[in-house]
C-alpha cells in the first residue's frame, strides 16, 4: 500500500480549491477529489513500501515540529501524465522548502521517498483534477478559472493518506492551533 505524508489546509483557506472540486464533479469532469471526501493540502511525499503506523509516527513527530505557515497558489498547472493531473501550484517559499527538507530528513529511516518530491524534482501544488482523460485538460482549466485560482492557504495539520482510495490514516493539528 502507498502513502502520502501532507500538509492539509485549513478549512476556511481550503474553500476556493473545494469550490473547483464541485464544479469540475458538477460539470463531469473528475468528481474523485470531491467525492472520495479529500481534504484539500500539499503532499510533501509519497512512500510506496512505508507501512502505516510508521509513517503515522512520522506524522506524529513532523507536527510537533512544525507550525502553521501560509502558503501561496501561484495558478493553474498540468502534469503531462496519462491519466491527467490539473493542480494549482504553490510558490516554493524558503519557509516551505524548509519545512520540506527537515520533513525528508526525518523521513530518511523509512525507505525511499517518490523521486517526484526529492529536491530539484518537487513541484509543490494541490490537486485540483486527477485520473482524468489528457483531451479535457483544456476543458477542465477553463472550468478552474471561473474560480479563485491564485488563493492564500494557511496549513493547520499534518496527514498520512492512502494513495488510491484517499483513506485519513492519521491527522495532527500543528502546534498554536
Known amino acids: 500500500m502507498a ?8 478549512e476556511e483557506t481550503a474553500k476556493p ?7 469540475l464533479s458538477q460539470e463531469g469532469f473528475s468528481s474523485f477529489m470531491s467525492d472520495s471526501g479529500s481534504t484539500p493540502g500539499l503532499t510533501l511525499g509519497v512512500f510506496e513500501d512505508a507501512l502505516e503506523p510508521e509513517l503515522i509516527s512520522l506524522a506524529k513527530a513532523f507536527a510537533g515540529k512544525a507550525h502553521p505557515i501560509s502558503l501561496q497558489c501561484w495558478g493553474i498547472g498540468s502534469f503531462p501524465t496519462n491519466p491527467a493531473h490539473v493542480f494549482l501550484g504553490i510558490i516554493l517559499s524558503r519557509e516551505l522548502s ?7 530528513r526525518m523521513a530518511s529511516g523509512l525507505g525511499m521517498v517518490s523521486s517526484y518530491y526529492l529536491p530539484g524534482c518537487w513541484v509543490p501544488h494541490s490537486t ?7 483531451e479535457d485538460i483544456a476543458a477542465i482549466v477553463k472550468v478552474c478559472l471561473l474560480h479563485e485560482t491564485r488563493p492564500a492557504v494557511r496549513v493547520d495539520r499534518v496527514a498520512v ?3 488510491g482510495s484517499a483513506r485519513l490514516a492519521g491527522s495532527f ?5
Open 98 to 104: 524548509q519545512w520540506h527538507a527537515l520533513f525528508l
Open 161 to 163: 493518506v492512502e494513495i
Open 17 to 23: 480549491i473545494r469550490d473547483i472540486w464541485n464544479h
Open 3 to 10: 502513502f502520502a505524508l501532507k500538509y492539509f489546509f485549513t
Open 128 to 134: 485540483l483534477a486527477i485520473r482524468c482523460k489528457p
Open 173 to 177: 493539528a500543528l502546534p498554536g492551533i
